[in-house]
């Protein structure tokens, strides 16, 4: 997925304009968050435009920040530049045209490293059929 399929699928899901703003907000609040081999490898697996966002300056093995969703939902709300109660929906949406630009894996090892009130946040990981 190229950079313009990737906001244009945000577009579709619902990000309002400016999308770019959206979507770097999610992506870098999510790579915060995550271990720093998951955001790598998510990173990896976004274009690059997108990837930047995710993965950090100074990528240790740490744990993660392990924000509480209304910490989560207020970062991405200030970088945003959104109410926070609006915050959730804008990063499902984001999430969501993430998830169609990506294999099932890299979204599961994702959804694994995520604390717990965060997952509904998430688009389901595709079972095996």
Do not use: I, K, S
Not at 45 to 62: K, S, T
Not at 94 to 102: F, I, N
């Amino acid at each position: 997925m190229r950079y313009q399929e990737l906001l244009e699928e945000a577009r579709q899901a619902g990000v309002p304009e400016p999308v770019e703003r959206t979507v770097a907000a999610v992506l870098t609040t999510l790579g915060e968050e995550l271990p720093a081999g998951t955001a790598g490898y998510l990173a990896t697996n976004v274009p690059d435009e997108a990837g930047v966002r995710v993965r950090r300056p100074e990528p240790g093995d740490d744990a993660g920040a392990h924000l509480d969703r209304p910490h989560f939902l207020y970062r991405v709300a200030e970088r945003d530049g959104c109410a926070p109660d609006e915050a959730r929906d804008r990063v499902r949406m984001v999430l969501h045209a993430v998830a169609h630009g990506v294999p099932g894996g890299v979204l599961a090892d994702v959804v694994a490293a995520v604390p717990a009130d965060l997952l509904d946040l998430l688009p389901p990981v595709p079972g095996p059929r």
